[in-house]
């Protein structure tokens, strides 16, 4: 794949953006060997995902030189209909936790990307820029309910109609980074981060990630049933089951994911 | 593709099962299958230990209609001699509930399969379509009658119009299934449901639904008449007295069926 890098190993999935000389820009290239990335990862015995990128950039959106933009025809909606919303679809509903690890700028739909994140970490030189409104463009590929979600409706708000752009340091202010890191310690950081999870009760989280997917937006009601689902499911685990004798034993646990 | 029927709850819920011939395979609601299922619905309604139906099926999807091939054998008189039509006629007929558990797709076939059960639990990835039009027919076992009639008209219309699916949303909203599963929790969830039918008075059950299908085929004044009929059959029932007695004693009923 010459879009995108992948390795497995240890059971972590590394996904990472490799564009540099376009701040690793989506083009129908790499959308295309995102969508064989994601259908390798779930095939392999990866237990967490992490995305980055190659080079200063985390992701600048769309390459707008692969928009034939002059074109009367081209219709954003079916670029969104068949590469991007598959896309965010598929990244938010995946199985395993997500980190991205926001290297540098990451814009317009390089944001919604960041943002299918269970975890962001970011570089200190990193930022996120709402980049769609300064080109006549709404925000897409869920930028809008992800946001949304994340910061609040005044603030996703305010960014997205005058294009703006957070720092590093406020996207920690906000929430949106989970921690923010410089020089050697983001990538060590990361890699911590990921071992850690890669470790952790896989089917459990896979549970935990389905029940919080609609808790901003479900009563309470449907809410505590969901959770009644899903602990009803967790509770035939055998990380479960793992856990809580390793417990009683006062040991480790030895997750096997299952 | 597969029928194969297993007993729970001391025999009296009747599992039929739909698997796919090979792994990974589909449902195809072939001659040979409806067949197979008409004839365990009818034995299952003939064992007087059985009180409830559950249709389930293996694999991503329900079912995912009829075999097209064999359907393209058959010319217009085979067509109205077809045995199909009967075997269509006696699931229709089964006194006792059917509950069916639909993950995936029901499509063509398949949703007349559903439409023709009484309780219908699915998952969140369930949807139910008539396809049939967008390959120059239409459906056959019931699909332009029930449809509207569980769906409503516009609904129906679109759905056999243009072959558009209704979502499990959807079809919840609209009355089509009862309740979304979590497909880890869809059979134990239709087969809890059996159970709990399967303890009430099978003379008070097969009269309820007897008594709502008719309104399918009869008036209001027709209909109300056959309800008062059953209403007042059921007072020489020894359930009906048993039932009342353990209201007021209250303590659990224990029904015998007379």
Known sequence: MQTLQLTISNRIASLTLNRPESLNSFNGEMHANFKQALADIKKSDARVLLITGNGKGFCAGQDLSDRKVSETTADLGDSLEERYNPLIRALTTLELPIVCAVNGVAAGAGVSLALCADIIIMHKRASLVLAFSKIGLVPDSGCSWLLTHAIGWRRARALALMGGRISSAQAYDWGLAWAIYEDEKFEHETRQLCETLAKAPTKGLAYTKRLFSRAAIAELHTQLDDERDYQRLAGRTEDYREGVSAFFDKREPQFNGK | ?258
Not at chain 2, 69 to 89: P, V
Request: with cysteine.
């Open chain 2, 1 to 258: 593709m597969t029928v194969r029927t297993y007993s729970e709850d001391n025999d009296t819920v009747r599992v039929i099962e739909l698997a796919p011939a090979t792994a990974g395979g589909l449902n195809v609601i072939n001659d040979a299958t409806l067949t197979a299922i008409s004839q365990h619905c009818r034995k299952a309604d003939a064992d007087s230990a059985v009180r409830v139906i559950v249709l389930c099926a293996q694999g991503k999807h329900f079912a995912v209609g009829a075999d097209v091939r064999e359907l393209s054998a058959k010319n217009k008189q085979q067509l109205q001699n077809d045995k199909r039509r009967d075997n269509w006629q006696a699931i229709a007929a089964i006194s006792k509930p059917i509950i069916a558990a639909v993950q995936g797709s029901a499509l063509g076939a398949g949703n007349e399969l559903v439409m023709l059960c009484d309780l219908v639990f699915c998952d969140e990835q369930a949807q139910f379509g008539q396809p049939e039009i967008k390959l120059g027919l239409i459906p056959g076992a019931g699909g332009t009658q029930r449809l509207p009639r569980i769906a409503g008209k516009a609904r129906a219309m679109q759905m056999a119009l243009t072959g558009k699916a209704l979502s499990a949303t959807d079809a919840k909203q609209c009355g089509m299934v009862c309740a979304v599963c979590k497909t880890e929790l869809l059979l134990e969830t239709a087969v809890a449901e059996a159970k709990k039918i399967a303890a009430l008075s099978p003379l008070a059950v097969r009269a309820a639904k007897q008594c709502i299908l008719a309104t399918q085929n009869t008036s209001l004044a027709d209909g109300l008449a056959l309800e008062y009929q059953h209403f007042s059959d059921l007072a020489e029932s020894k359930d009906r007295a048993e039932g009342i007695r353990a209201f007021l004693e209250k303590r659990a009923p224990r029904f015998t069926g007379k």
